[in-house]
């Protein structure tokens, strides 16, 4: 799957950087994926809006949130043993424009 690559890319690339923070906020016409750098985020890819739903549910799926729930914050963990990796995963209800979708 595309957007499981596309995940996996964005951690190995925050782990070999040291990176604390991966945020994933849908906006209104896109999705940014962002790390925090020395505690400044700074944008690391941009999803157009056509993949930000499909990208966002493969990333619940691959974290273990619960994919039935929205609009609830989640709290979950990952644990990734080829790259050694313990995640703690947060997902917040998120506005974006008229439509008011939350994730």
Known sequence: NPYARLYLECVESAKQRSISDIHIEPKAESLEIRFRIHGDLVT???LEK????????????????????SGKPQ????TYYDLKL??????????????????
């Open 44 to 46: 690391w890819k941009t």
């Open 50 to 69: 056509e993949h930000r739903d499909a990208f966002i549910s493969k990333v619940k799926w691959l974290t273990n949130l619960d994919l039935s729930i």
């Open 75 to 78: 709290d979950a963990r990952a």
């Open 86 to 103: 313990n995640l703690r995963v947060n997902a917040l209800p998120f506005n974006i424009g008229k439509n008011k979708r939350r994730i």
